[in-house]
């Protein structure tokens, strides 16, 4: 019998498992396609490549301010998409080498529940003293009537094209929407965003969907906000999408349409029932404070729980689950301090409560600013929009950092560190950033909250 049998080889299974055999644990990881889950395979990573091209793409466009002329450009999707699909092979098979060399055994097959100590795969049972459930998520489909036409794709289906579209509808202004309506924009598409919420990217500070929304009209890429999609209907010139807009009625009409509506559990096949795991109503797996079902023995982590559904939480409620498992007293994740990235043009990257939150909450805070237009080095980058917002509470205490602008993935992480530690700004304050960086971008916006900052002029009184 073994000590632990995964279910879902993912950022939340694959580093479960690993860390399980360091705990000493007799560990079973069960995958139905290639380890790395969706981030790997048809997310994060894949989108993070074309991601790249696209910014090589712009670059280029760009090249006459840096005094180099390209007489030509001509872009290939397939050898994109080649590209992309050797780093992800590369980084699979890396994944699968590790997990092997910690001990981890792989068994590749479709995993359900027989009870809570018998795992049924592909025929042959598999007995075990505890279970993880890391199955992730996949693409929601909305209730859209047309939805089912060729031509309509999940964010799965628009990586693996060869061909960039030449006019592509996004039905969805979240992460995922404007991640591809930026890539290809940049790929040669005619981009048009539909979102059904007043602002794209709704869930972040609002300041920084506004500003986003600019950036995207600079990039041109048509945006309609408190929009309705009605239908999708095929006609002579393409997919149309019929659209109750806030000025009435409206067709946007393309070549492919993606739905990037969000996410939702992966749980076919499990046979939760059969055991008497509970989920709530939209589907996620219910968990306790230590990822145990209310099935004794039980666990789930990742995606299929719900939450914020990002692989870097994934991975560490793997890991938390896994030492509560093996009986060790491991810190708690620190939810108030998780950092979300949005790879678009500009980058977006965040942690923390937002303006909109703290207001709702009644909590009194201050805010500080700094634009990447001041930032010695973002001008000599030329990438000069947008601005490090920092939020503060009556006490100084920093509990938000929002970034818009150039790496902004990579700022946040000293964002980050300030929520999760729950430091003041005198802490931070002296902290001495290099010159020139992007980083001093952070520092005078955390001067900024109590208007203290060298490179903003000062506040009108």
């Given at each position: 019998?073994?000590?632990?049998?995964?279910?879902g080889?993912?950022?939340?299974g694959?580093?479960?498992?690993i860390?399980?055999r360091?705990?000493g644990l007799?560990v079973t990881l069960i995958e139905?396609?290639?380890v790395?889950?969706?981030c790997l395979?048809r997310g994060c990573i894949?989108?993070k490549a074309y991601?790249k091209?696209a910014g090589v793409i712009k670059?280029i466009t760009?090249?006459?301010?840096?005094?180099?002329?390209?007489?030509q450009l001509?872009?290939?999707?397939?050898?994109a998409?080649a590209?992309?699909?050797?780093?992800?092979s590369?980084l699979v098979?890396?994944?699968k080498?590790l997990?092997?060399?910690?001990?981890?055994?792989?068994?590749k097959?479709?995993a359900?529940?027989v009870?809570?100590?018998?795992?049924l795969?592909?025929?042959?049972?598999l007995?075990?003293?505890?279970i993880l459930?890391?199955t992730?998520?996949?693409p929601s489909l909305?209730?859209?009537?047309?939805i089912e036409?060729?031509?309509?794709m999940t964010?799965?289906d628009?990586l693996e094209?060869?061909?960039?579209?030449?006019?592509?509808v996004?039905?969805?202004?979240?992460?995922i929407g404007l991640?591809?309506a930026?890539?290809?924009?940049?790929?040669?598409?005619?981009?048009t965003?539909?979102?059904?919420?007043?602002?794209?990217l709704n869930?972040?500070?609002?300041?920084i969907g506004?500003?986003m929304?600019?950036?995207l009209k600079?990039?041109?890429i048509?945006?309609?906000t408190s929009?309705?999609?009605?239908?999708?209907e095929?006609?002579?010139?393409?997919?149309e999408?019929q659209?109750?807009?806030k000025?009435?009625?409206l067709?946007?009409?393309?070549?492919?349409?993606?739905v990037?509506?969000?996410?939702?559990?992966y749980i076919?096949?499990?046979k939760?029932?059969?055991v008497?795991?509970?989920?709530?109503?939209?589907?996620?797996i219910?968990?306790?404070d230590n990822y145990?079902?209310n099935?004794?023995?039980i666990y789930?982590?990742g995606?299929?729980?719900?939450?914020?559904?990002?692989a870097?939480?994934a991975?560490?409620?793997g890991?938390a689950a896994?030492?509560?498992?093996?009986?060790?007293n491991g810190?708690?994740?620190?939810?108030n301090a998780?950092p979300?990235?949005?790879?678009?043009?500009?980058?977006?990257?965040?942690?923390g409560?937002t303006?909109?939150a703290?207001?709702e909450s009644?909590?009194n805070?201050?805010t500080?600013?700094?634009?990447f237009?001041a930032?010695?080095?973002?001008?000599?980058?030329?990438?000069?929009?947008?601005?490090v917002k920092?939020i503060?509470d009556?006490?100084?205490?920093i509990?938000?950092?929002?970034?818009?602008g150039?790496h902004a993935s990579?700022?946040?992480?000293?964002?980050?560190?300030?929520?999760k530690?729950?430091?003041?700004?005198s802490?931070?304050?002296?902290?001495?950033?290099?010159?020139p960086?992007?980083?001093?971008?952070m520092?005078?916006?955390?001067l900024d909250v109590?208007?203290?900052?060298?490179?903003v002029?000062?506040?009108?009184k």
């Amino acid at each position: 019998m073994k000590d632990l049998v995964v279910i879902g080889g993912g950022p939340g299974g694959y580093i479960a498992a690993i860390r399980a055999r360091q705990l000493g644990l007799d560990v079973t990881l069960i995958e139905k396609d290639a380890v790395g889950g969706t981030c790997l395979n048809r997310g994060c990573i894949p989108t993070k490549a074309y991601f790249k091209n696209a910014g090589v793409i712009k670059t280029i466009t760009e090249s006459q301010e840096y005094g180099v002329e390209v007489s030509q450009l001509n872009f290939d999707m397939a050898t994109a998409k080649a590209r992309k699909d050797k780093v992800v092979s590369s980084l699979v098979s890396g994944i699968k080498q590790l997990l092997l060399a910690n001990g981890v055994e792989i068994i590749k097959g479709e995993a359900s529940l027989v009870d809570k100590n018998t795992i049924l795969v592909d025929g042959q049972e598999l007995k075990t003293e505890k279970i993880l459930l890391a199955t992730g998520s996949v693409p929601s489909l909305l209730p859209i009537k047309g939805i089912e036409l060729e031509g309509v794709m999940t964010s799965d289906d628009i990586l693996e094209l060869s061909e960039v579209p030449k006019r592509l509808v996004i039905i969805g202004g979240g992460v995922i929407g404007l991640e591809f309506a930026c890539i290809f924009k940049a790929f040669g598409s005619e981009v048009t965003v539909i979102e059904y919420q007043p602002s794209v990217l709704n869930i972040l500070d609002k300041e920084i969907g506004k500003r986003m929304g600019v950036f995207l009209k600079k990039q041109k890429i048509t945006v309609h906000t408190s929009a309705a999609v009605q239908s999708i209907e095929k006609t002579n010139d393409g997919l149309e999408v019929q659209v109750e807009g806030k000025k009435g009625q409206l067709v946007c009409t393309g070549d492919m349409v993606l739905v990037a509506g969000g996410r939702k559990p992966y749980i076919a096949g499990l046979k939760l029932e059969k055991v008497g795991i509970e989920t709530d109503k939209r589907g996620f797996i219910t968990v306790d404070d230590n990822y145990q079902t209310n099935v004794e023995g039980i666990y789930a982590i990742g995606d299929v729980i719900g939450g914020q559904m990002l692989a870097h939480v994934a991975s560490e409620e793997g890991i938390a689950a896994v030492e509560k498992i093996a009986g060790s007293n491991g810190e708690k994740l620190h939810y108030n301090a998780v950092p979300s990235c949005i790879f678009t043009f500009p980058e977006i990257a965040t942690v923390g409560m937002t303006e909109e939150a703290l207001k709702e909450s009644g909590i009194n805070y201050k805010t500080g600013k700094f634009l990447f237009a001041a930032n010695g080095k973002a001008m000599t980058m030329g990438e000069t929009d947008g601005f490090v917002k920092i939020i503060a509470d009556e006490n100084d205490q920093i509990i938000g950092v929002h970034i818009i602008g150039p790496h902004a993935s990579d700022l946040i992480l000293e964002g980050t560190m300030l929520v999760k530690n729950q430091m003041k700004t005198s802490q931070v304050i002296g902290t001495i950033h290099p010159h020139p960086t992007l980083g001093e971008a952070m520092m005078e916006a955390i001067l900024d909250v109590n208007q203290q900052a060298i490179h903003v002029a000062p506040r009108k009184k």
